[in-house]
């Protein structure tokens, strides 16, 4: 079978299986990483968020042949050591507004908010209203407001 | 009588291990035939066997305590812990919540539903704490030779007036007991509450928010590999023949092909394999259970399975008739299970609110003895109902039992959405009479399709059924009957459920039959208010009967701004709900002008948007006002989805949506910008159920403030069942393939 090699949480990997085979099922089958959740397999409810080389993307609809031996992909294990502390501002948000219910697809949630304020802070300006409509990740439990605080928060300690 | 007196135990173990005893002293227990309402059923149900549930200190400080519920985000954990702490005297961080395996021995007392852990728990928790706090001041009085009175407990901590110290662990062994000993205690009384009643966040936040929490399927358990079934195309259909076994087979990373009683399973190296395996079975299929049916052949079985309203008055009437369309109670974890069966044996994993009768289930279905049979309860990624059933435990043992290997079973979502569980198809007729400013009369008749509840709640209504005044009605009605009241001054009231219909994998979604039926009833309350010339919110507190129900609706009210001026096209709505011995009121405000409704979303639907939605609960005594917060949240978002956008098509025996991007549960651009949660001070002495309170007043103002604002009255729930907005995916395969856009596509 081919092998593929990448990062993961800052460590260089190699994987033996076949090239379909998408990522989500790479992390969690067969490197035991299990924060990036199953909510769909099709790219549409964003619990696997993780980030590839800082770009928020949902590991469900990526096949693993994808990735080049110095792609850095981030999940959640991985997210607070990119701020070099503990918990990531965003992850300390989340636990400031108690946002969890079942928590399920807050890894995803967490990843999804971290990509969003990048991405802003890139553009120049301050989060909206509307940036904040515009997440596609789904919480079944109904978190989102606390989730809209915790990322406005978080924005300012980022 | 004083009512924080109480008996325990002191179990016979090598450390201090204590439980309640509530033949004795419990008010509640006394007098089955005064029982009012579900949970006081349920409560009553769970009180013989509050003695086996226990309380344990350990060595190192700790107290644990292994709940006989499920966990499944709604917070128990939390507020479980929380009243071992109070009475304890002990930090927070210092109580271990974990989940029990299936305890048989337990009865009725491993059930999660109704709201009614709380309400069941409360009592009996604390009394097995407060009988280790006694037992420990004992020990601790021992050791220093100094009176119990004159020591304090505090942070763990026992110090008497000389200064000496002694921490709750190193008193575990010395207060344990070899034999089992009856003992009296007070609970702590409420003006001394330090933890009870403060907001505080989640136990299990820290894990969650680092990807720490482990759900059924993120647990190693050895050899377990990925498996999936591939499903037939319409509703419970059975497989036929397969007509390429061999070949998928020889796929890669696939190690097993087999049918079982729902479909063909395939278990590989990874699930992405058995995605791939799944859509290459060529599979020919028998009929399902509901083949040819769509909505307008379930909606003409509703009509005419619907009782009759009683003869119409000579006195004016107002009358509606309102349609609920299937909606899916999918959680974001989809049913999923471990199972090993090996040897004689099974061990399960899996979120489940039932565990006593999933583990009789699977019993029963591998041939096995129940004490063969072990059941883990594992934390579990949201419920709505969905988890008081274990159809992936059920299939995952008979698969593993069928290959002899151990298995990690998981529905695909599109499994999840079409062959899932679904809360049924319901119409609610509604007639009111009333003469000048009297309202004379309530009749309702609820038609549905068929509520399965064969999870153990009807085994513990048919326990209980010769102490209720109910008699032995069908657990439906007596179910209907205890979970609603009239909250109303509407003279005469009557309300009947009828069911029809089997066939459908149905289940008790969040609230049950209230949202539907309260939606209905605060409709046509609007509209009688109308035809008395009285201005909603007005009409609802001139006939709340009680002052606790009209305070949180008047707070609804003022706090929302009720009657303040709006644009044409944006409208308010305010509806009131109680249930599980708590009282609610909504607030509502709706944009329906058609820049908003028609603002573009991909992939999703938009509509009408709720701008401002205000939720006021008196609940009782709360135990964690962030947690009741953050439930009332969820509740608003259910209550938005129900109204607006979420539902099932039904059409030729198959559901058309197969994923997130068909069912519009509510999203971040349906959220209300403006949420509010009030929470209601509360001289009660108990909690109420928290977890559903909030969906039925929710959705009930949004259906209201809708019909302001488009000057009509709805009567299909939800309002956009009509538009379908999107493209079904095939039924065969049965799931989709794996898209390649993940990097791409935001």
């Avoid at chain 1, 050591?81 to 949630?109: I, K």
Wanted: aromatic letters at 6%; hydrophobic letters at 40%; charged letters at 20%.
């Amino acid at each position: 079978m081919p092998e593929h090699t990448f990062r993961v949480n800052g460590k260089q990997v190699t994987v033996d299986v076949a090239d379909d085979v998408r990522l989500l099922w790479v992390l969690r089958d067969i490197l035991g990483i299990t924060g990036p959740k199953y909510g769909c397999g099709i790219n549409v409810c964003k619990a696997c968020t993780s980030h590839l080389n800082g770009r928020a993307v949902s590991p469900c609809s990526i096949p693993v042949s994808d990735l080049e031996p110095a792609d850095e992909v981030v999940t959640i294990e991985g997210l607070a050591a990119t701020a070099g502390a503990e918990l990531h501002p965003m992850q300390q948000a989340w636990l400031d507004h108690d946002v969890v219910q079942c928590g399920y697809c807050q890894p995803g949630q967490i990843m999804a908010a971290v990509a969003l304020v990048h991405r802003v802070a890139a553009e120049g300006r301050e989060i909206t209203e509307a940036d904040l409509d515009g997440l596609r990740n789904i919480c079944r439990c109904g978190t989102y407001a606390r989730i809209r605080a915790a990322i406005k928060a978080a924005a300012k300690n980022m | 009588m004083n009512r924080r007196r109480f008996v325990g135990y002191v179990l016979a173990a090598p450390v201090l291990v204590t439980a309640a005893d509530l033949h004795h002293g419990e008010p509640a227990a006394a007098d089955l035939t005064e029982l009012l309402d579900l949970n006081d059923i349920m409560t009553a149900a769970a009180l013989p066997t509050s003695g086996l549930i226990s309380v344990e200190i350990n060595p190192d400080g700790t107290a644990s305590f292994a709940l006989p519920r499920a966990e499944v985000g709604q917070g128990i954990t939390t507020s479980t812990a929380m009243l071992i702490a109070e009475e304890l005297s002990l930090p927070l961080h210092r109580v271990r919540v974990t989940l029990a395996d299936a305890r048989p021995e337990l009865l009725f007392n491993q059930l999660t539903g109704a709201s009614n852990t709380t309400i069941a728990t409360y009592t009996p928790i604390r009394v097995a704490a407060a009988v280790a706090r006694h037992r420990l001041l004992e020990a601790a009085a021992a050791l220093f030779g100094a009176p119990v009175t004159g020591l304090r407990l505090e942070d763990g901590v026992i110090t008497d007036r000389a200064g000496r110290r002694v921490g709750i662990g190193e008193l575990a062994a010395t207060a344990a007991s070899p034999k089992t000993l009856s003992v009296p205690v007070e609970l702590a009384p409420r003006e001394s509450f330090t933890v009870i009643g403060k907001p505080h966040s989640r136990i299990d936040a820290r894990d969650a928010v680092t990807g720490r929490k482990k759900f059924a399927m993120d647990l190693d358990v050895a050899g377990a590999k990925p498996a999936m079934l591939c499903r037939p195309p319409t509703i419970n259909g059975k497989v036929g023949a397969v007509a390429n076994l061999g070949e998928v087979l020889a796929m890669p990373g696939v190690t097993d092909v087999v049918t079982v009683s729902t479909g063909v399973a395939v278990r590989a190296e990874t699930f992405g394999q058995c995605i791939d395996a799944v859509r290459a079975l060529r599979v020919s299929w028998r009929r399902g259970t509901v083949d040819g049916k769509s909505d307008a052949t379930v909606l003409a079985e509703l009509a005419a399975a619907e009782l009759p309203l009683g003869p119409r008055p000579p006195t004016p009437v107002v009358e509606g008739r309102f349609t609920f369309h299937f909606r899916s109670n999918s959680a974001l974890e989809p049913n999923c299970a471990i199972a090993d069966v090996r040897g004689g044996r099974a061990e399960i994993w899996s979120g489940l609110k039932s565990p006593i009768v999933a583990k009789q289930a699977i019993a029963a279905r591998l041939g096995l003895p129940l004490g063969n049979v072990t059941v883990h309860v594992t934390e579990g990624g949201g419920s709505f109902g969905r988890k008081l059933f274990f159809d992936a435990a059920l299939e995952a043992a008979e698969v593993s039992q069928k290959i002899g290997k151990p298995v990690k079973l998981m529905w695909h979502r599109a499994d999840d959405a079409r062959q899932g569980r679904t809360h049924p198809m319901a119409t609610s007729r509604v007639r009111v009479a009333y003469a000048g400013d009297v309202v004379l009369g309530y009749e309702q008749r609820h038609t549905s399709v068929t509520t399965d509840l064969g999870h153990g709640l009807g085994e513990l209504f048919t326990a209980m059924a010769a102490k209720l005044p109910i008699g032995d009605a069908a657990f439906a009605q007596t179910f209907f009957q205890f979970s609603h009241t009239s909250p109303y001054r509407f003279g005469v009231h009557s309300r009947l459920l009828s069911e029809t219909g089997k066939g459908f994998n149905t289940g008790s979604m969040r609230n049950v039959y209230s949202p539907d039926t309260t939606c209905a009833r605060e409709l046509i309350v609007d509209r009688l208010a109308d035809r008395m010339g009285k201005d909603p919110y007005r009409f609802r507190l001139d006939f709340l009967r009680d002052e606790r129900a009209r305070a949180v609706l008047r707070q609804a009210a003022e706090a929302g701004g009720w009657g303040r001026a709006l644009p044409a096209g944006v409208a308010q709505g305010i509806a009131f709900h109680s249930e599980y011995k708590g009282v609610s009121a909504a607030l509502m405000e709706i944009d329906c002008r058609p820049e908003t409704v028609n603002r573009p979303i991909r992939d999703g639907v938009g509509g009408p948007r709720v701008t401002r939605a205000v939720f006021a609960v008196d609940v009782g005594l709360v135990v964690n006002p962030r947690g009741l917060e953050a439930q009332m949240m969820g509740c608003v978002m259910d209550g938005i989805a129900l109204a607006l956008t979420s539902s099932l098509h039904l059409r030729d025996g198959y559901f058309l949506e197969a994923s997130w991007d068909n069912y519009f549960y509510t999203r971040q651009w349906n959220t209300p910008p403006d949420l509010r949660i009030i929470i209601m001070p509360s001289s009660s002495e108990r909690p109420g159920g928290a977890g559903e309170l909030g969906v039925a007043a929710a959705m009930a103002a949004v259906a209201c403030a809708y019909g302001r604002a488009t000057g009509t009255m709805p009567t299909t729930f939800p309002i956009n069942h009509g538009t379908l907005s999107f493209t079904p995916k095939p039924t065969i395969p049965p799931i989709p393939a794996s898209p390649t856009d993940g990097g791409t596509r935001a």
